[in-house]
Structure formats: C-alpha cells, structure tokens
C-alpha cells in the first residue's frame, strides 16, 4: 500500500509538471514597438525546474529582394515562480550568454540551410515579415507558444517630398506639422541614390528630427537622374546649398545641424564636419580615415581624381590603386574582397613617396600646401601622393572641434556596420541582425531632445524637442572608424563639435 502510495504521489507530480509545463506560454508587450523603444518578453506558465528554449527568426531583405533568414536561441531553466523574464535571465544555452533582453535580437545568425539548417522545432514556423521577429516557445520536443514582435521604422506619419534645385538633389523627411526640428542630413555610401535615406530617414524622423537625404552620386547601375555616375570630385559645396534650402523651411531649425554617413558617406561627413563651423554633431560609420581617390562603377579609379572638392578643385587624396581588381573578387564563388588591402598598400605608397613619414602627419612632399588660418579644410595634412586625412583627432582638434574623443570598436565586424544594427555602436540600440556581438546599454542616435552621448537611450521624443542634442551649446557626438577599414569596426565619437 505504501509502495503504490508512492507510486501514485510520483505519477501525480508528474502530471502536474507536464501539465504546467503545457501551459507555458509567451507574453511580449507591445506587440509594436518603435525600433530601440524598451519591450518585455516573458514565459510564463512554465514547470518549475524545467528547461525551456526560446527561439527568434528574422529575415533581411537583400538588394536582389531576396529575403534573408536569420535565427537565434536561447535555452533556459525556469525559476520557482514558472517564470523567465528576459532581462533578468541568463540562457543555460544558446547564441548568447548572461542575462540580456535583447541577447536573442543581436544574436541572431544568418540561416545556411547547408551548413546550419533551422531545428525541425521551427518547420512549420511562418516566414517573419521584414519588420518583425518571430518567437518560438519550445518544450521539449514541441513548438508551444508563438509571438511576432514588430518593429517600427517611425510610429508618426512621415511626409517625403523630392528637392531638385540648382546644384542639389535630395529628399525631405518630416512629420507633418513639425515646427524648427534639429535637422540631421543623411549622406548615402558607394551605393549612391535614395535607398539609404528611405531607410534610415523616418527612423530620426520618429525621434524629432528633420531630415534631409542628400543625393550626391548615383552609379549607372542605379542611376538617379541628374546625380552624377562616378564619384569624381563630389563638391563640399553641395552641403551649403542643401543647408540654404533648409532654412527656408519652417519644419527645419538650421542652427542645430548634425550628419549621419555610413561607409563613403562617413567619409564625407567627417570632410565636412573640419571644414564647416556650423556642423555641431556627426555620426560617420566605418568611413575611411583619408580622402580617398574617386571610383567608377565598371572602370573601378581608373582616370579618376578625388572623390571630393571644393571650389572647383579637387582635394588631395591617397590613390586607390588596384581597388576595381580587388572589388573583382566578389564576382567570384567564395572570394574574399579585402580591401583593407588595398589601403594599406596606397598608405604605405604615399608615405614611401614622402620619405617614409605617416602621410597623415607629413608636410607635402611636392610643394607647400598653403596654409590658411581659421580655415580648418586646410590644415589636413598632404598635397599629391601623400594624400589628406580628413577625420583624424589631430585635424579635428586643429580646426578647434576636436573635444572628447573616444572609440567604439566591436570586433570582427568589418565594414558591416549600420545606424541601426551594430550591438555596441549602432545609433538605435542595436535591436537585430547584429551578428553574434553584444549590444551596449541604449542606442546613440537617440531623439532629438536627448542626444548627449553615445550611450544615450533611445526614447521616444517630446513633443518640442525644443534646445537639444544639436543646440550649438550642447555637446553632440561623432563616429569614425579611424583608419583603415581592416574589419576591426573601430569607431570614434567626437562629443563637442563646436568649441563652447
């Protein structure tokens, strides 16, 4: 009697384990949520005891239009209470480790089906739409609970209007109604057109600021009508003349100017942020450290002088020697593009060419560059071979803007690095498709009242932003990668601008 007693009790808290484990389910609130906004994910329900996996899908959608998958996990034992809270439960298993509510976003890796195919727990799981996560609940062997989270580019109405003027293309981004918004100009990368400033426009938009996507170059590929083909002695000038199309806009309040450039852009940004006083915070992703030779799609440097200029002429550059052959590779099944490479190896021509000296703290090696006091665009460094270095400390700090200085440098994440996406230096907190690298606390582009730092939250906005983040008395912030572009992410901040 006392055995089958026994028996009976074990069969009893059995069932009652799987019966609590049955009802496991999720809780994400909000379902909607502005990108970099605070969310709670929980399982509820759960065995005490018990070990339950969460997993994530996502999907980018690449130029082609092919949509991407990505997918992330975590594996968890259930506290007493039957429930796991995401941002105080540390993973037993999975792509990340330590407790991390957003683990399971910046984690995530793409899905080789080849290689690294999807657990046949999320066989007949639905494909994520492009704005969302997917989050499975499995126990044991079975899929038990599902919930999308949707991430919002901007959760206020975003009016578009295409700029051509004289000498300026480019596309306006406010929300309707907006009076004297911070403006913030968006400068796309080799790419050219609209696509990133579609992107990333209504995202600062929801974070009250104006924005301006300026379209200096389009390649044939993409061709934007009357945009230059090749990046070939791109004007500075162009930056004046969208800021003079901005102060007649109302939405636009022009005395508190800040850029954000990726890539190519970076590298504008971080020209144009030593050459105008009025530029009071830049975020530059993985630009180059240098003015570089300019490129054509197809015919790659050759016959091509500075990618930028001013006043007609064009700034001195290092060279870009063997870039198309480089670029070649991607055509290649399974070819590596390095073109750190390439860099270095120009670097290392030009110093040789200045008698060994660092090109970026050389005097000319030709002639003499004229100086000109209070005239930060030219005290950048070299003529002719040894080329001119736009963002490093050094020029900044010549040019009286070049306060507070400091690196973020995620590894391994070469030039994959965007405003949104990178864990520890992406501008909205770094939500998803970070590939595998750990987020710091907050985003830097926070809104347009908030911007004080690179670890600024990302909140949602006042409704007046009012004197903030690119007030010429407010400390802004600026991103390079320093140089080269050797796949170390490194990143740099510049938190004043403008001296005070």
């Known amino acids: 009697m006392i055995r089958l007693t026994r028996w009976a009790a ?9 019966g609590a484990a049955a009802a496991a389910r999720l809780e994400v609130s909000p379902a909607e949520v502005l990108e970099g906004e605070p969310v709670s994910i929980r399982i509820i329900g759960a065995a005490p005891g018990s070990q339950v996996t969460l997993h994530a899908q996502s999907t980018l959608r690449a130029a082609s239009g092919t949509a991407i998958p990505f997918h992330g996990y975590a594996t968890y034992r259930v506290g007493a209470n039957g429930i796991v809270d995401l941002a105080t439960a540390a993973p037993i298993a999975g792509t990340y480790e330590g407790a991390d509510l957003r683990g399971l976003f910046w984690s995530q890796q793409r899905v080789v089906p080849e290689v690294a195919p999807l657990p046949p727990v999320l066989a007949e799981a639905p494909a994520p739409a492009p704005d969302q996560v997917l989050l499975t609940l499995q126990v044991q062997n079975r899929a038990e609970d599902r919930a999308a989270l949707r991430f919002l580019a901007s959760d206020v109405p975003v009016r578009r ?38 992107w990333l426009g209504p995202m600062l938009v929801a974070r009250g600021y104006s924005v301006f996507g300026l379209v200096y170059y389009a390649p044939h590929v993409r061709p934007v009508a009357g945009a230059p083909e090749a990046l070939n002695g791109i004007p500075v000038e162009s930056l004046e003349r969208a800021r003079t199309w901005l102060a007649t806009r109302p939405e636009a309040d022009v005395e508190r100017f800040g850029l954000v450039g990726a890539s190519k852009g970076g590298e504008f940004a971080m020209l144009l942020a030593s050459t105008y006083a009025w530029i009071d915070a830049v975020a530059a992703f993985t630009p180059s450290a240098w003015v570089s030779q300019g490129f054509s799609y197809g015919s790659g440097e050759a016959g091509m002088g500075s990618s930028w200029s001013r006043g007609g002429r064009g700034l001195p550059f290092v060279p870009e020697t063997g870039l198309a052959r480089e670029v070649h590779n991607f055509t290649i099944p399974g070819g590596e ?4 490479n390439v860099h270095l190896a120009n670097l290392a021509s030009a110093a040789h060419a200045c008698g060994g000296r660092d090109p970026g703290r050389a005097q000319p090696c030709r002639r003499p560059a004229r100086r000109r006091r209070r005239r930060p ?5 070299p003529q002719r071979g040894g080329g001119r270095r736009a963002p490093a400390q050094g020029a900044l700090s010549q040019a009286g803007r070049g306060s507070h200085l400091s690196q973020c440098r995620p590894p391994d994440r070469g030039h994959r690095l965007a405003p949104d996406d990178d864990p520890q230096c992406g501008a909205l907190a770094g ?3 970070s590939r595998g690298r750990r987020p710091r606390p907050g985003g830097f582009m926070g809104p347009a009242d908030r911007l004080s730092g690179p670890r600024a939250p990302a909140r949602r906005p006042r409704s007046h932003p009012g004197k903030g983040a690119l007030s010429p008395s407010h400390k802004g912030a600026v991103r390079s990668d320093g140089l080269p572009l050797n796949g170390q992410g490194n990143e740099a901040h510049l938190r004043s601008l403008r001296p005070e």
């Open 337 to 340: 593009v390095r073109m750190a």
């Open 377 to 381: 665009d030219r005290r950048l460094g």
């Open 161 to 198: 209007e295409e700029v051509r003027a004289p000498g300026l293309i480019g596309a306006f981004y406010t929300a309707p109604g907006a009076r004297a918004r911070p403006v913030v100009v968006i400068l796309h990368g080799s790419e050219g057109g609209f696509d990133y400033a579609d």
């Open 10 to 18: 074990a069969l009893l808290l059995a069932l009652a384990a799987t």
């Open 431 to 433: 939500w998803r498709h």
